[in-house]
């Protein structure tokens, strides 16, 4: 069965301290991973997408990896308006126009 | 650009009222899609289309409906609303299906 588990739940961190963010997959085939930003009350707003393993895209102060079970997003030196809930998704080989998100990762991002 | 417009924003219902929940893009894209976004369990598939005239269910279509008559417009319909399809509803659209996703900002839903 297809799944997407994102880690941990709830992170918060001092501005300028760096993490990252957890996404496990087990699915049938990847197609792609994407990563998502999602402000409360609004829709996501895609971030990056990595399509095969050992694939890294970097935005501002966001990196995002990939491997064959997971993938991670980096966080350098973040600033509190990087405070936000990060999705990922995943669309299965074989699972045709299907796409499972995990629940995703609350950061908290302090002055 | 617009992007994608969902309408309404909130709405409010009684058990077994019906209703319809419009989506319409702007982008010319071929693949739409409905999700539930629901505490604790992410986003979930509920329809979705890859042009017009064809549409197909996706994780979780019980008491859901959608047609897709033209390509910028995808409604979903509620048949008779239930408490358990109390949620935010989000609507996304991409040029095809394996590029991102484009979300509307939802419509957040109560079913008494």
């Known amino acids: 069965e297809d799944q997407v588990t994102q880690s941990p739940e709830a992170l918060r961190l001092q501005e300028g301290e760096s993490s990252s963010l957890n996404c496990s997959y087990t699915v049938s085939g990847l197609r792609g991973l994407f990563w998502y930003r999602q402000d409360p009350g609004k829709g996501p707003e895609f971030l990056f997408t990595?399509?095969?393993a050992g694939e890294e895209k970097e935005k501002e102060r966001l990196k995002a990896t990939l491997t064959k079970k997971e993938s991670f997003l980096h966080i350098t030196a973040p600033k509190p308006e990087d405070s936000a809930t990060y999705l990922c998704?995943?669309?299965?080989?074989?699972?045709?126009?299907?796409?499972?998100f995990g629940s995703g990762t609350k950061l908290n991002v302090k002055p | 650009n617009a992007g994608v417009t969902q309408t309404p924003k909130f709405q409010v219902l009684k058990t077994g009222q019906s209703m319809t929940l419009q989506c319409a893009q702007d982008?010319?894209?071929?693949?739409m899609s409905w999700y539930r976004q629901d505490p604790g369990m992410g986003l979930r598939l509920i329809h979705y289309s890859v042009g017009a005239g064809i549409t197909d269910q996706g994780e979780v279509p019980n008491g859901y409906n959608v047609s897709r008559s033209t390509t910028e417009d995808f409604p979903l319909r509620l048949l008779s609303a239930a408490p358990s399809q109390t949620s935010v509803y989000f609507c996304a659209s991409s040029p095809t299906d394996n590029q991102p996703q484009h979300f509307g900002d939802g419509t957040r839903l109560s079913i008494l």
């Open positions: 990595l399509y095969s």
């Open positions: 982008m010319n894209h071929e693949y």
């Open positions: 998704a995943v669309h299965p080989r074989g699972n045709f126009n299907k796409f499972y």
